[in-house]
């Protein structure tokens, strides 16, 4: 943190923390449960030295709506994760639009993969655009930008990625690889990015990159596109999967063989289904008008051969955490919450939110132990979702997809999707939905540990960047 910045924080955060021990003690108002996390993790904070371990973990699509909807579900005085986490702050996420030369207009409306470049580089991109800056036009390829995993492995550190989705698109892409179009993903998909094949002298899909990154721990989904045959270069021939095993890469496809992983001396690459990794909850679906009578979603739905993003979380905090090292860097992401949010799919979203949660519990549950860790929580976005009243009725019924969910509070969660399915002047919305839309609201920023008073205010994405140790 620059030092007037944080000078001026110290300066705000010893009065808020002075204010608030006295005001707990005069009105009891907080629990000293509450009251005692939040002065270690000020007392943390306030040392402002560099972590030694900086873990990231990024709710897609996670906006306010969404993190709000999933603490409602599970019960309004039932605390999440990311609650116990004392710092909280806004960042903007616009992206830029294509020109020849700088200045570049804002795009107010971001995907993921301007929104992944932004923290990973600390630079504003193009929609659709992987680690490389902003050009012409989205298919000429922008100059490539230097990564936070990228200097965390210069520093001697070990560096992890893991997804729930595959784990070339473009949140896990954007740490281990380069690319203009986010959709170049394997060697099967390179037809959009011709000048970007190993064979006409550039870095190769993203699948490709990542293994070349050599990475120490690599989890999610998306097996196929390692599976695919690369066509140039020196591994013509070869799968991604052969390329990585030949560069030392251990390689496990389901939750048994990455239990039975003991050791990252050795790269890890565990793919765990062949597109992005099965759902946590299913339930009603979204309908237009009132929707459905309130209804629970069903929990416990993903297959058992498919870890869980808290365990593979916490598989690779353990192969990470390695003395002869200079500390990790690690990007877990909840992928589901976004694909759910498009798909208007409520009780999908929401048991993505959950099992993110716990993801978070798993990593401030290691930095207990390990207070020089610095843990942040964001998400890339904000996302159509929103929370609207239960007695909704006549003409006040939202227009969009809606969805009423049976809480554990025993009350009804009404959830409404209103950002795609136009159906023309005066019309109702298509009968099938196209994909739900991002919006551009703010998104939420918590963080807990060393440097994390940074996450504070206002701020934009591309200031995560040096949060996170760039």
Known sequence: MKGKRFTAVLAAMLALVAIGAASAAATGFFSSHHSDRTERAFANALHDRDPKNVIFLLGDGM???????????????????????????????????????????????????????????????????????PSSAINVPGKNLTTVLELAQKRGMKVGDASTAEITDATPAVL??????????????????????????GLGSIAEQEVDHKVDVLLGGGRNRFTATIGSGPDT????????????????????????VT?????????????????????????????????????????????????MTEKAIDLLDDDRHRGFFLQVEGASIDKQDHANNACGQIGETVAFDRAIGVALDYQQDHPDTLVVVTA???????????????????TGYSTNLLTKDGQTLSLTYGTAGY??????????????????????????????????????????FETLGG
């Not at 301007?114 to 193009?126: C, D, V």
């Not at 002047?425 to 998104?443: E, F, L, N």
């Open 63 to 133: 906006g306010t709506q969404e993190i709000t909807a999933a603490r409602y579900y599970q019960g309004v005085n039932n605390e999440l994760n990311v609650d116990r986490m004392p710092f909280t702050g806004f960042d903007t996420t616009w992206s830029v639009k294509p020109a020849a030369t700088p200045p570049y207009l804002p795009d107010y409306d971001p995907d993921s993969a301007s929104t992944g470049t932004m923290w990973a580089t600390g630079q504003k991109t193009l929609d659709e655009r992987i680690s490389q800056g």
């Open 176 to 201: 281990a690889s380069h690319m203009s179009l986010r959709g170049c993903q394997g060697p099967a998909d390179m037809a959009a990015c011709p000048l970007e094949t190993k064979g006409a002298g």
């Open 237 to 260: 021939g070869k799968t991604v999967v052969q390329s990585a095993q030949g560069q030392g890469y251990q390689y496990v496809t389901d939750a048994a063989g990455l239990n039975a």
């Open 263 to 311: 050791s990252a001396k050795k790269p890890v690459l565990g793919l765990f289904a062949t597109g992005n990794m099965s759902l946590e909850w299913t339930g009603p679906a979204a309908s237009t008008g009132k929707g459905n009578a309130p209804a629970s979603c069903k929990e416990d739905q993903r297959p058992a051969n498919e870890p869980s993003l808290a365990v």
């Open 380 to 398: 890339d976005h904000s996302h159509t979702s929103q929370i609207v009243g239960e007695d909704a009725s006549g003409s006040g019924i939202p």
């Open 423 to 464: 159906g023309g002047p005066g019309a109702a919305p298509v009968a099938t939905p196209p994909s739900q839309q991002h919006t551009g609201a703010v998104v939420p920023v918590w963080a807990s540990g060393p440097g994390g008073l940074a996450v504070l205010g206002t701020n934009d994405h591309t200031d995560l």
